[in-house]
């Protein structure tokens, strides 16, 4: 019997038919258009020119889809038509089903069709000709289409085990052919679904969680997919699918009119699914082809279609961004909750766990998998925070998820509640869980969904999904403060210092609370931090917290990015800069509390954005600060480790390289950072390297791919005699080859030889570069750096793809040039914040270099498109620079070489 291509694919081609089918017979015989595909192709540009109409006439987005599912029906119902006269085939003898979308009937208007070709024993020959011909008629025609063929039986076989075949077929629809087939098999699917109800619906849900991480959490991710990602339409279609399996019923108002689905569901569902058809429909038509992910791009283009105009301190897309945000969590809430009562409602023993349950507190019941409120406990549990807060204790401590009866009251009655003080109890409460590790993290995202969280910290409402407009975060600001507490708890695991830090911390709360608190400030046209202060204040007042703690608290909202920024953009080894910061921060106890925030701060961004070069840095400046703070000399320890670490480098040479003065005063040498960074055998090798430089070897250059970092380390040495410009003529090099520079660090060393490293990325790999790329990579530098005249970088054009010309247009930050003369007393320290892109500092260095300025330490870091260049520099005589109308000329000639 002849199978067709699986009914869960969602890889459409032109048109897939049969995956054992010889590609001759599938393409045999249209030499040219058949005369029904020529008017078919008419009918369907006119059928989507009406629909594009439609939906800019403000039809809802169900009545574009209807409208277009109709039109699509006419063309397949008369291609189809066409197949089976001219295959001579007997209609009784099969169905053709509409399925997904396509049956749902809320198709978007580039969306590929899913049709099926049932039939009970066909002969095959005439089944193939009849699938041929039906296949390549609707292809031609300009559909993208998933087809199949099927016996009922080989159909139900797939269906009770496969959940996407099953959801397929949950939506089918008979679009020409035998109804009495179709019926018949319409009826066992749904008989045979209720007798397995339990096991379809637990795949189901395994199915829609697979996807989900795939596609990832809605609220969370910076390009949400308007139909997979969750609160959108697969939260919809769930629904359906768990309505069918269970109930034997998906439509959703059918569901509430008879009791199963709550109203105070289907209002969310019903706006949600309305919202993000339209919302789909409008991508299509921009793009002109299937489209369903919101880029930032897209992003804006539909917060100006749909007349978003901002207000202080919130653009126009975020404005937007924050709706989206909430009626999908209002939809995903919504669809979780009617997928659990499905769940519990048809639980054979669920009277039994009732009745074996215990009391757990006034009102409240600990059952054997849930705990809940008694029908007097919902009477006061929906107005009463505390008494939720003692629910969520219990449990927590019990391991128990809460009733969805009880879990909906709650956010029913919170969301009603009127804006007033809750009582001590529920402060009480809350500082104790506060005060707790384990699952913190957890339980206050739990709380911000019930909405209690507002109620004991109102400026909480505020930033509930508002967007950060950025490429840098990954979450909106609310979630990302709870998961940055969720990520300090995870401290507790490690095994360095900020594990030693959390583990002997007695100021937990104290922290915890702070970084709840961090980045509340923002979405108002003051700066973040200034408006924290106040809410941390505010905050300590309401949680009555002490003095001491208030003033704690507030210091460490107020200040929580001055340690990243220290670390990241200053040279550590300046004595000043740790100095400075020490008197910023003041005591031991803040210097450690801060540590863990902006560690846990930074691993809240997003994967990856707490790596090991900046945990390192900001190690480092703990360690300097800590000895400031306690003893007075702020690089000691530093000394004492960096000592040990040259000695182990000495205690590599032979005795011939350690008698000669040469070596001693490199040795002396070795950067702070080199040492710290790399192993003594490394150093040695590398200052072997560099004592074999020479007028007839000048350069040396050399890689090594770092797997934790996912980037290559390009280590380049050069004579004194070839260092004038070096820095822009190694930039030069590299952006001639189109490596992304993460990081630099320029060394000099006493006989003025230089010693640099480029951590790089290679867009033209992934992973580790080829060795061949490596050394095309190491020749271009050498070659830039031996040349009598400096080579003008060579920038390949190259096609630039929808994505990189959608993230040009949705750049928004200004780019910004600064000038430091006080954090150092030797060197003005230029701090530039722009766009990253092939070549940039390669402009930057050559406007340094043009304006002769020396160049004596270089911080670059690179955050997907973002950069923070930060330049040490002196003039020709080695002053700092100072006079405003150079600085003023220098910064104009910067901004013109950026943008």
Same mark, same amino acid.
């Given at each position: 019997?002849?199978?067709?291509?699986?009914?869960?694919?969602?890889?459409?081609?032109?048109?897939?038919?049969?995956?054992?089918?010889?590609?001759?017979?599938?393409?045999?015989?249209?030499?040219?258009?058949?005369?029904?595909?020529?008017?078919?192709?008419?009918?369907?540009?006119?059928?989507?020119?009406?629909?594009?109409?439609?939906?800019?006439?403000?039809?809802?987005?169900?009545?574009?889809?209807?409208?277009?599912?109709?039109?699509?029906?006419?063309?397949?119902?008369?291609?189809?038509?066409?197949?089976?006269?001219?295959?001579?085939?007997?209609?009784?003898?099969?169905?053709?089903?509409?399925?997904?979308?396509?049956?749902?009937?809320?198709?978007?208007?580039?969306?590929?069709?899913?049709?099926?070709?049932?039939?009970?024993?066909?002969?095959?020959?005439?089944?193939?000709?009849?699938?041929?011909?039906?296949?390549?008629?609707?292809?031609?025609?300009?559909?993208?289409?998933?087809?199949?063929?099927?016996?009922?039986?080989?159909?139900?076989?797939?269906?009770?085990?496969?959940?996407?075949?099953?959801?397929?077929?949950?939506?089918?629809?008979?679009?020409?052919?035998?109804?009495?087939?179709?019926?018949?098999?319409?009826?066992?699917?749904?008989?045979?679904?209720?007798?397995?109800?339990?096991?379809?619906?637990?795949?189901?849900?395994?199915?829609?969680?697979?996807?989900?991480?795939?596609?990832?959490?809605?609220?969370?991710?910076?390009?949400?997919?308007?139909?997979?990602?969750?609160?959108?339409?697969?939260?919809?279609?769930?629904?359906?699918?768990?309505?069918?399996?269970?109930?034997?019923?998906?439509?959703?108002?059918?569901?509430?009119?008879?009791?199963?689905?709550?109203?105070?569901?289907?209002?969310?569902?019903?706006?949600?699914?309305?919202?993000?058809?339209?919302?789909?429909?409008?991508?299509?038509?921009?793009?002109?082809?299937?489209?369903?992910?919101?880029?930032?791009?897209?992003?804006?283009?539909?917060?100006?279609?749909?007349?978003?105009?901002?207000?202080?301190?919130?653009?126009?897309?975020?404005?937007?961004?924050?709706?989206?945000?909430?009626?999908?969590?209002?939809?995903?809430?919504?669809?979780?909750?009617?997928?659990?009562?499905?769940?519990? &409602?048809?639980?054979?023993? +669920?009277? #039994? !766990? %009732?009745?074996?349950?215990?009391?757990?507190?006034?009102? =409240?019941? *600990?059952? $054997?998998?849930?705990?809940?409120?008694?029908?007097?406990?919902?009477?006061?549990?929906?107005?009463?925070?505390?008494?939720?807060?003692?629910?969520?204790?219990?449990?927590?401590?019990?391991?128990?998820?809460?009733?969805?009866?009880?879990?909906?009251?709650?956010?029913?009655?919170?969301?009603?509640?009127?804006?007033?003080?809750?009582?001590?109890?529920?402060?009480?409460?809350?500082?104790?869980?506060?005060?707790?590790?384990?699952?913190?993290?957890?339980?206050?995202?739990?709380?911000?969904?019930?909405?209690?969280?507002?109620?004991?910290?109102?400026?909480?409402?505020?930033?509930?999904?508002?967007?950060?407009?950025?490429?840098?975060?990954?979450?909106?600001?609310?979630?990302?403060?709870?998961?940055?507490?969720?990520?300090?708890?995870?401290?507790?695991? &490690?095994?360095?210092?900020? +594990?030693? #830090? !959390? %583990?002997?911390?007695?100021?937990?709360?104290?922290?915890? =609370?702070? *970084?709840? $608190?961090?980045?509340?400030?923002?979405?108002?046209?003051?700066?973040?931090?200034?408006?924290?202060?106040?809410?941390?204040?505010?905050?300590?007042?309401?949680?009555?917290?002490?003095?001491?703690?208030?003033?704690?608290?507030?210091?460490?909202?107020?200040?929580?990015?001055?340690?990243?920024?220290?670390?990241?953009?200053?040279?550590?080894?300046?004595?000043?800069?740790?100095?400075?910061?020490?008197?910023?921060?003041?005591?031991?106890?803040?210097?450690?509390?801060?540590?863990?925030?902006?560690?846990?701060?930074?691993?809240?961004?997003?994967?990856?954005?707490?790596?090991?070069?900046?945990?390192?840095?900001?190690?480092?400046?703990?360690?300097?600060?800590?000895?400031?703070?306690?003893?007075?000399?702020?690089?000691?320890?530093?000394?004492?480790?960096?000592?040990?670490?040259?000695?182990?480098?000495?205690?590599?040479?032979?005795?011939?390289?350690?008698?000669?003065?040469?070596?001693?005063?490199?040795?002396?040498?070795?950067?702070?950072?080199?040492?710290?960074?790399?192993?003594?055998?490394?150093?040695?090798?590398?200052?072997?390297?560099?004592?074999?430089?020479?007028?007839?070897?000048?350069?040396?250059?050399?890689?090594?791919?770092?797997?934790?970092?996912?980037?290559?380390?390009?280590?380049?040495?050069?004579?004194?005699?070839?260092?004038?410009?070096?820095?822009?003529?190694?930039?030069?090099?590299?952006?001639?080859?189109?490596?992304?520079?993460?990081?630099?660090?320029?060394?000099?060393?006493?006989?003025?030889?230089?010693?640099?490293?480029?951590?790089?990325?290679?867009?033209?790999?992934?992973?580790?570069?080829?060795?061949?790329?490596?050394?095309?990579?190491?020749?271009?530098?050498?070659?830039?750096?031996?040349?009598?005249?400096?080579?003008?970088?060579?920038?390949?054009?190259?096609?630039?793809?929808?994505?990189?010309?959608?993230?040009?247009?949705?750049?928004?930050?200004?780019?910004?040039?600064?000038?430091?003369?006080?954090?150092?007393?030797?060197?003005?320290?230029?701090?530039?914040?722009?766009?990253?892109?092939?070549?940039?500092?390669?402009?930057?260095?050559?406007?340094?270099?043009?304006?002769?300025?020396?160049?004596?330490?270089?911080?670059?870091?690179?955050?997907?498109?973002?950069?923070?260049?930060?330049?040490?520099?002196?003039?020709?005589?080695?002053?700092?620079?100072?006079?405003?109308?150079?600085?003023?000329?220098?910064?104009?000639?910067?901004?013109?070489?950026?943008?």
């Amino acid at each position: 019997m002849l199978f067709g291509s699986e009914l869960g694919n969602r890889e459409r081609t032109h048109c897939s038919v049969y995956s054992d089918l010889p590609l001759a017979f599938v393409e045999s015989d249209l030499t040219s258009l058949h005369p029904q595909v020529i008017e078919s192709r008419q009918q369907l540009a006119e059928a989507r020119l009406k629909s594009a109409n439609l939906h800019a006439s403000g039809n809802t987005g169900l009545q574009v889809c209807l409208a277009w599912a109709d039109s699509v029906d006419a063309i397949v119902h008369r291609l189809l038509s066409v197949a089976c006269e001219e295959e001579n085939v007997d209609p009784s003898k099969f169905a053709f089903l509409a399925l997904g979308g396509y049956g749902r009937r809320d198709l978007a208007p580039y969306s590929d069709l899913d049709l099926m070709l049932l039939h009970n024993n066909l002969p095959e020959k005439s089944l193939q000709g009849l699938a041929r011909k039906a296949s390549q008629l609707i292809g031609d025609t300009g559909f993208q289409l998933g087809f199949s063929v099927r016996t009922p039986f080989q159909c139900r076989q797939l269906a009770w085990t496969d959940a996407q075949v099953l959801t397929s077929l949950v939506e089918m629809r008979l679009v020409h052919g035998s109804e009495s087939l179709f019926a018949s098999f319409e009826n066992s699917l749904k008989n045979g679904a209720k007798m397995r109800w339990r096991s379809l619906a637990s795949m189901i849900e395994k199915e829609r969680l697979e996807e989900r991480q795939k596609y990832g959490e809605t609220e969370f991710l910076l390009h949400p997919n308007v139909k997979r990602s969750r609160g959108c339409l697969r939260d919809v279609q769930i629904v359906r699918w768990i309505g069918f399996v269970c109930f034997g019923q998906k439509n959703p108002e059918q569901l509430k009119d008879v009791g199963l689905l709550a109203e105070e569901d289907f209002a969310p569902i019903q706006e949600g699914y309305a919202y993000l058809l339209r919302l789909r429909n409008q991508l299509h038509f921009m793009a002109g082809r299937a489209l369903d992910s919101l880029d930032r791009s897209k992003q804006m283009e539909l917060a100006k279609w749909m007349g978003y105009q901002g207000h202080e301190g919130v653009l126009p897309v975020e404005e937007f961004m924050t709706q989206f945000f909430e009626l999908t969590s209002e939809l995903r809430y919504s669809s979780a909750n009617f997928v659990g009562m499905a769940r519990s &409602r048809l639980t054979p023993f +669920g009277f #039994l !766990y %009732r009745f074996l349950s215990l009391s757990a507190g006034r009102d =409240l019941r *600990l059952g $054997l998998k849930e705990v809940w409120a008694t029908r007097r406990g919902l009477d006061r549990i929906k107005d009463d925070p505390g008494m939720v807060l003692e629910l969520m204790q219990i449990a927590n401590r019990h391991q128990r998820r809460i009733e969805h009866k009880t879990w909906r009251t709650i956010r029913k009655g919170m969301l009603k509640r009127i804006d007033k003080p809750v009582g001590p109890e529920a402060i009480s409460r809350f500082l104790g869980l506060m005060s707790t590790p384990g699952r913190l993290g957890e339980i206050l995202r739990r709380l911000h969904e019930l909405r209690v969280l507002e109620q004991i910290i109102p400026a909480v409402r505020h930033t509930r999904s508002l967007l950060q407009f950025n490429e840098y975060h990954k979450y909106t600001v609310d979630a990302h403060c709870i998961k940055s507490v969720e990520c300090v708890e995870e401290f507790a695991k &490690r095994n360095d210092f900020l +594990g030693d #830090l !959390y %583990r002997k911390s007695k100021r937990k709360l104290i922290l915890h =609370l702070a *970084l709840l $608190l961090h980045d509340l400030g923002k979405g108002y046209v003051e700066d973040h931090s200034e408006v924290g202060l106040r809410i941390a204040d505010e905050t300590s007042k309401i949680l009555g917290l002490s003095e001491a703690d208030r003033e704690l608290i507030c210091f460490l909202v107020h200040q929580h990015l001055i340690m990243t920024h220290t670390a990241f953009r200053f040279d550590l080894t300046q004595l000043s800069t740790i100095v400075k910061f020490a008197q910023q921060v003041g005591s031991l106890e803040r210097l450690q509390l801060l540590t863990m925030l902006s560690c846990a701060d930074l691993a809240a961004v997003g994967p990856g954005a707490l790596n090991d070069w900046k945990l390192n840095l900001i190690h480092q400046l703990y360690d300097a600060t800590a000895s400031q703070l306690q003893t007075g000399e702020p690089l000691e320890h530093q000394s004492s480790a960096k000592e040990s670490n040259r000695k182990a480098v000495f205690d590599l040479l032979s005795a011939q390289e350690k008698n000669n003065p040469v070596w001693q005063e490199r040795i002396a040498a070795i950067p702070a950072t080199f040492l710290f960074q790399s192993k003594p055998q490394e150093l040695a090798n590398e200052l072997r390297r560099i004592h074999n430089l020479s007028n007839e070897l000048p350069v040396q250059v050399w890689a090594e791919y770092l797997a934790d970092r996912d980037a290559t380390q390009y280590s380049v040495t050069v004579h004194p005699t070839h260092t004038a410009g070096l820095f822009h003529r190694i930039t030069g090099a590299m952006a001639s080859q189109r490596l992304s520079i993460l990081s630099a660090e320029i060394q000099s060393l006493p006989d003025n030889a230089a010693w640099d490293r480029f951590l790089v990325d290679d867009p033209d790999f992934q992973g580790a570069p080829a060795p061949n790329r490596i050394n095309q990579v190491c020749q271009a530098i050498a070659k830039a750096v031996e040349s009598p005249e400096p080579i003008r970088p060579t920038f390949k054009r190259t096609w630039k793809g929808q994505e990189s010309q959608e993230s040009t247009a949705a750049r928004l930050q200004p780019t910004q040039v600064r000038f430091d003369n006080s954090s150092s007393e030797e060197f003005t320290i230029i701090t530039i914040f722009a766009y990253d892109r092939i070549g940039l500092l390669y402009d930057i260095s050559k406007i340094l270099f043009d304006f002769q300025l020396d160049l004596q330490v270089a911080k670059v870091s690179t955050h997907l498109d973002q950069v923070v260049d930060v330049f040490y520099v002196t003039d020709s005589q080695s002053n700092k620079i100072t006079e405003p109308t150079y600085l003023y000329t220098l910064r104009q000639a910067l901004l013109r070489a950026i943008e």
